[in-house]
């Protein structure tokens, strides 16, 4: 390993340290435009209905499944952080939190899930391929399922440069100075993120090689576009039906 890499290694938080002192900027993920956009496409790409049983692994602070909870028959939100389940239980009553670790086997039954969301997760585990291996196991036949990672040399100061543009038009410049000692930490946040992706702690894609990731774990594509002021991808997958797999 390179020295500098090393050094690197030393300096930034562990993975659980960094979450938990992450817990009060996410904040600025649930009021960001581009954060908003997502929600809506992976809304829109997954065509919920009320007989969905839907599951978001690393949910945070259920920004998403609250949106979605009273248009589906099931929300279930997982993620590693109790202090973000905590603030998620009271925005998303309908849902059910579970605490589990996604670098281990997901603690659903098979074939339960009919939906599946992830945003900005799998980047930052260390064993993505036992994650996407799980969730094609609780996905049911024909279930759908919805990813947003970053990707490969991702600039996270990109997202808040792009937000910053739209709050001048959107918002007043108190509003706006208001909330900048956020958005610096956040910057913060974002380059402790990039540089583990550089020291290979997480891993951020290229498209093709996400893409192919999730065919190898038996998924079909159905569509991948760039979001996030173009520094994460928008992947959407199915599992293929019965059907599909008899034909
Ligand atoms: C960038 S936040 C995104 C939260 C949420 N999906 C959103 O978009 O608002 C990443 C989330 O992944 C969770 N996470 C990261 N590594 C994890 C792991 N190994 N197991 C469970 N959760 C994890 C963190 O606790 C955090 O809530």
């Known amino acids: 390993m390179k020295i500098i890499d090393r050094l690197l290694r030393t300096l930034l ?17 649930r009021d960001s435009h581009e954060h908003r956009l997502i929600r809506q496409k992976m809304s829109q790409y997954l065509n919920l209905s009320k007989s969905d049983k839907v599951l978001e692994e690393g949910c945070g602070k259920a920004v998403w499944l609250s949106e979605v909870q009273a248009r589906v028959a099931e929300t279930i ?24 670790n996604l670098d281990q086997d997901l603690p659903f039954r098979s074939e339960h899930f009919t939906k599946i969301g992830s945003i900005l ?24 399922m919805a990813v ?13 440069s792009a937000e910053a543009k739209q709050r001048k038009q959107e918002q007043t410049v108190v509003d706006n100075l208001r909330k900048l000692p956020l958005a610096v930490i956040a910057v913060i946040f974002g380059k402790m993120a990039e540089l583990k992706a550089v020291i290979g702690d997480w891993h951020f894609y290229e498209k093709e090689e996400l893409m192919e990731a ?30 599909d797999a008899a034909s």
């Open 148 to 160: 947003v990672t970053p990707r490969k040399g991702a600039r996270f100061f990109r997202v808040l």
């Open 77 to 100: 939100g997982v993620d590693g952080e109790l202090g973000m389940l905590r603030e998620a239980r009271s925005v998303s009553p309908r849902s059910r939190f579970v605490l589990a």
């Open 13 to 29: 938080p562990e993975d659980r340290t960094f979450w938990k002192l992450y817990s009060p900027v996410i904040r600025i993920l």
């Open 121 to 144: 997760v799998e980047g930052y585990l260390r064993k993505p391929e036992l994650l996407r291996s799980e969730s094609f196991r609780v996905l049911a036949p024909g279930g759908m």
């Open 214 to 243: 999730y065919r190898r774990a038996g998924f079909e594509i159905v569509a991948c576009e760039s979001v996030y002021a173009e520094q994460a991808w928008l992947l959407v997958i199915k599992k293929p039906s019965q059907f």
